[in-house]
């Protein structure tokens, strides 16, 4: 119960000031690459430009993150952060890759990570291919991000060093 009052509070708070936003519904699948096992989880998103995304998980429910500025709050599966991204380069980069991606800042992406991308014309919207050139131990080796028409995000893969694969499709 106070996880989701603390989840309501920080919505309302961090949601109030932008005026570009959407809310949609998201299925996440992580593979670990080592056994091919497949975790599914789903839940609604929440995104208002420029820097605030509550992701709200049905499955397994009470789940959540949530970026609200500099400041990066999770609750997955049990394991809890709560984090100012201004004092902590690696997860400012995972942070920013994520919002980066909502956004279509796909270079900004490739910049910051030092990283190199492809971009290309798919029916119905563009697919970007990002790779990482030297992966740290810690972090995301790649990422694919698929755009509508519209350039609204419908598809992120993560790529991580410790070989886990995670895809978000967002309806």
């Given at each position: 119960?106070?996880?989701?009052?603390?989840?309501?509070?920080l919505l309302l708070v961090g949601f109030t000031a932008g005026a570009q936003s959407f809310e949609s519904t998201f299925v996440q699948?992580?593979?670990?690459?080592?056994?091919?096992?497949?975790?599914?989880?789903?839940g609604s998103i929440v995104y208002?430009?420029?820097?605030?995304?509550?992701?709200?998980y049905t499955k397994p429910?009470?789940?959540?993150?949530?970026?609200?500025?500099?400041?990066?709050?999770f609750d997955l599966r049990g394991v809890s952060l709560d984090v100012n991204t201004d004092?902590?380069?690696?997860?400012?980069?995972q942070r920013n890759a994520i919002m980066y991606g909502i956004q279509g800042k796909y270079k900004e992406i490739a910049q910051e990570m030092e990283a190199d991308y492809t971009e290309s014309s798919v029916k119905g919207g563009k697919h970007v291919a990002i790779k990482v050139r030297k992966p740290a131990p810690k972090g995301y080796t790649g990422m694919e991000l698929d755009y509508n028409?519209?350039?609204?995000?419908?598809?992120?893969?993560?790529?991580?060093?410790?070989?886990?694969s995670t895809e978000y499709l967002v309806k």
């Open positions: 119960m106070m996880k989701r009052i603390l989840v309501l509070a699948t992580k593979t670990l690459k080592l056994t091919g096992k497949k975790i599914v989880s789903e208002t430009a420029p820097d605030n995304l509550a992701m709200l429910d009470g789940d959540y993150f949530i970026v609200d500025g500099p400041l990066l709050r004092n902590n380069r690696t997860v400012r980069l028409a519209k350039g609204r995000l419908t598809r992120m893969v993560l790529e991580e060093a410790g070989g886990i």
